[in-house]
C-alpha cells in the first residue's frame, strides 16, 4: 500500500524496526512497527529512539504502531516512560485481530447496495468517507488514495450505498495468505446502523470468493473492534500508535 502511493517510498527492514512510509498527507500511510518477540526493557529504550530519529528526518507525520505482544512483561511496564525519553506521544489505542472465518455468507443489508471501487470517482468518495470518519480533511484521504491501481483493481475495495450516496466503505487485500481488511469507515452522520459491518462483510465475501483464501487479519481501533468481533476475528495483541512529541 506504501508503494503504491509511491514507489521511492521508504520500505526497509532496520534492525527490530520495519518502516513503511510514503510521506504522504494520509497519515496511515506513515508508519513504523517494531520487529521481533521478547523484547525487553534496553532493546526496547534503543528501538523506540531508532523510530523516533526516523520519524523527525521525515516531511510528513506519521505513527509508531508498537504491538504489545511483541513485549516481555518487564518492556511493557517500562513503555510509557521509554517513550516518554524517545520523544514519543501516546495517540490512541488499537486491537490487532485474526481469524479463520471465511467463506462469509454472502452479506446483505435492507438500506444498502454494494459498489466495488473501479474508477477515480468511486475511489474519490472511499477516500471521503475515510477523511470524515477519521477526522482527516478531505485532501489528506485524497492524497493518500486518488490515483492508485491498487486500490481500482487489486483490492476488494467496496462502497456501501443508500440510493446514489455512499455512506460506508472497507478493503480487503489478498497479502501472504490471508485477507487483510484496511480503511473500513462509515460516515458519521450513518452510524450505529450495522453498515460498516455489512460493508466489510462484502469485502471480505468478494475477496475469499476470488482468491480462496480462508483467514482474514486487520487492525481495529477500539471503536472498530466490536464490528470485527461479530464477523468472527479475535484480538491478538494490543497496538498503541505513537507519534512525535510537539
Same mark, same amino acid.
Given at each position: 500500500?506504501?508503494?503504491?502511493?509511491?514507489?521511492?517510498a521508504?520500505?526497509?527492514?532496520?534492525? /527490530?524496526?520495519?518502516?513503511?512510509?510514503?510521506?504522504?498527507r494520509?497519515?496511515?500511510?506513515?508508519?513504523?512497527?517494531?520487529?521481533?518477540?521478547?523484547?525487553?526493557?534496553? =532493546?526496547?529504550?534503543? !528501538?523506540?529512539?531508532?523510530?523516533?530519529e526516523?520519524?523527525?528526518?521525515?516531511?510528513?507525520?506519521?505513527?509508531?504502531?508498537?504491538?504489545?505482544a511483541?513485549?516481555?512483561?518487564?518492556?511493557?511496564?517500562?513503555?510509557?516512560?521509554?517513550?516518554?525519553?524517545? /520523544?514519543?506521544?501516546?495517540?490512541?489505542p488499537?486491537?490487532?485481530?485474526?481469524?479463520d472465518?471465511?467463506?462469509?455468507?454472502e452479506?446483505?443489508?435492507?438500506?444498502?447496495?454494494f459498489?466495488?471501487?473501479?474508477?477515480?470517482?468511486?475511489?474519490?468518495?472511499?477516500?471521503?468517507?475515510?477523511?470524515?470518519?477519521?477526522?482527516?480533511?478531505?485532501?489528506?484521504? !485524497?492524497?493518500?488514495?486518488?490515483?492508485s491501481?491498487?486500490?481500482?483493481?487489486?483490492?476488494y475495495?467496496?462502497?456501501?450505498?443508500?440510493?446514489?450516496?455512499?455512506?460506508?466503505?472497507?478493503?480487503?487485500?489478498?497479502?501472504?495468505?490471508?485477507?487483510?481488511?484496511?480503511?473500513?469507515?462509515?460516515?458519521?452522520?450513518?452510524?450505529?446502523?450495522?453498515? /460498516?459491518?455489512?460493508?466489510?462483510?462484502?469485502?471480505?465475501?468478494?475477496?475469499?470468493?476470488?482468491?480462496?483464501?480462508? !483467514?482474514?487479519?486487520?487492525? =481495529?481501533?477500539?471503536?472498530?473492534?466490536?464490528?470485527?468481533?461479530?464477523?468472527?476475528?479475535?484480538?491478538?495483541?494490543?497496538?498503541?500508535?505513537?507519534?512525535?512529541?510537539?
Amino acid at each position: 500500500m506504501v508503494l503504491d502511493r509511491t514507489p521511492d517510498a521508504d520500505v526497509r527492514d532496520l534492525p /527490530g524496526v520495519a518502516v513503511r512510509w510514503a510521506d504522504s498527507r494520509f497519515v496511515f500511510w506513515n508508519c513504523l512497527t517494531l520487529t521481533g518477540g521478547g523484547i525487553g526493557p534496553d =532493546a526496547l529504550d534503543r !528501538r523506540l529512539r531508532e523510530a523516533a530519529e526516523v520519524m523527525r528526518a521525515k516531511e510528513r507525520p506519521g505513527f509508531l504502531w508498537l504491538f504489545e505482544a511483541l513485549l516481555d512483561g518487564a518492556a511493557r511496564a517500562a513503555l510509557p516512560a521509554a517513550a516518554e525519553r524517545a /520523544g514519543l506521544r501516546y495517540a490512541f489505542p488499537g486491537t490487532g485481530m485474526a481469524g479463520d472465518v471465511l467463506p462469509l455468507p454472502e452479506p446483505r443489508h435492507p438500506d444498502l447496495t454494494f459498489l466495488r471501487v473501479t474508477d477515480e470517482t468511486q475511489l474519490r468518495a472511499f477516500a471521503d468517507l475515510n477523511s470524515r470518519a477519521y477526522g482527516f480533511p478531505l485532501e489528506d484521504g !485524497r492524497d493518500g488514495l486518488l490515483g492508485s491501481t491498487l486500490w481500482k483493481d487489486g483490492a476488494y475495495a467496496y462502497l456501501g450505498m443508500r440510493g446514489d450516496t455512499p455512506v460506508c466503505c472497507a478493503g480487503a487485500l489478498a497479502v501472504d495468505g490471508r485477507l487483510f481488511v484496511a480503511l473500513v469507515a462509515t460516515d458519521p452522520q450513518w452510524q450505529r446502523k450495522g453498515y /460498516g459491518e455489512a460493508v466489510t462483510r462484502k469485502a471480505l465475501y468478494e475477496g475469499a470468493r476470488v482468491t480462496g483464501l480462508t !483467514r482474514a487479519v486487520l487492525h =481495529a481501533t477500539e471503536a472498530g473492534a466490536p464490528v470485527y468481533h461479530r464477523i468472527g476475528l479475535r484480538p491478538n495483541s494490543p497496538i498503541r500508535f505513537y507519534g512525535l512529541q510537539d
